[in-house]
Nanobody, 119 residues
Framework: QVSLAESGGGSVQAGGSLRLSCAAS????????MGWYRQTPGEQRELIAWITSGGRTKYLDSVRGRFTISRDNAMNTVYLLMSVLRPEDTGVYFC?????????????WGQGTQVTVSS
């Protein structure tokens, strides 16, 4: 199994920055892609940014150029640097990890961290 520990959420004014971190731990050591999803009340979770173990990235169009996802493979930790934040970036951000190796096909979620951007 994989446990995901998120940190770094909080409240910030529009134009500000926050950095989210998510550390994976547990019995499954091989992690393929890791990413961040956002959920707002009444909406489904949407993919914000995603990075493979090889460093390939993908971003939601509305955050491209403002958010940067990075990863420390040795530590199985993924980061999301969010800059020039907008009120519409508000939501609960969930870390997501896809297991690799013999456990490919399994995926795991963190508990979520609240990000609030005020205008």
């Amino acid at each position: 199994q994989v446990s995901l520990a998120e940190s770094g959420g909080g409240s910030v004014q529009a134009g500000g920055s926050l950095r989210l971190s998510c550390a994976a731990s547990g019995t499954i050591k091989s992690i393929n892609a890791m990413g961040w999803y956002r959920q707002t009340p009444g909406e489904q979770r949407e993919l914000i940014a995603w990075i493979t173990s090889g460093g390939r990235t993908k971003y939601l169009d509305s955050v491209r150029g403002r958010f940067t996802i990075s990863r420390d493979n040795a530590m199985n930790t993924v980061y999301l640097l969010m800059s020039v934040l907008r009120p519409e970036d508000t939501g609960v951000y969930f870390c997501h990890a896809e297991a690799g190796g013999d456990y490919e096909g399994l995926y795991f979620w963190g508990q979520g961290t609240q990000v609030t951007v005020s205008s």
